[in-house]
């Protein structure tokens, strides 16, 4: 699938590139941890399926605010979400695709 990424819509004050892999169960998870590393080198993922048969991608990650001691966060991705990166925020989210349609646009490939 690849990391993708995706640049919010026209609003002059908010143009910044996001950085997303979208979970599908079972695929391998290479781009999502590249992306989860992006907040935290040290991020993990681990599948998780619910007794009643819900699975989830669970993202465990460091935060290091600038301003409180440093935690553990965790984000919960459902299947065929995407987990994303907001490098001005240094923050990982998930997002679905009706997010990524009224919020962003793909962003060019390369540096743009």
Do not use: C
Not at 10 to 30: M, T
Not at 90 to 109: C, G, I, R, T
Request: proline residues 8%.
């Amino acid at each position: 699938m690849g990391v993708e990424r995706f640049r919010r819509k026209p609003k002059a004050d908010d143009r910044e590139v996001q950085h997303a892999a979208r979970y599908a169960p079972g695929e391998p998870l290479d781009d999502l941890l590249k992306v989860a590393r992006m907040a935290d080198t040290a991020a993990e993922l681990a599948e998780v399926r619910f007794p009643g048969g819900r699975q989830v991608l669970l993202v465990a990650w460091e935060k290091v605010p600038d301003d409180h001691p440093a935690r553990i966060e965790y984000v919960t991705v459902d299947a065929g979400d995407w987990l994303a990166y907001s490098p001005g925020n240094d923050f990982l989210y998930d997002s679905d695709d009706a997010d990524w349609q009224q919020f962003y646009d793909p962003a060019p490939k390369g540096n743009g």
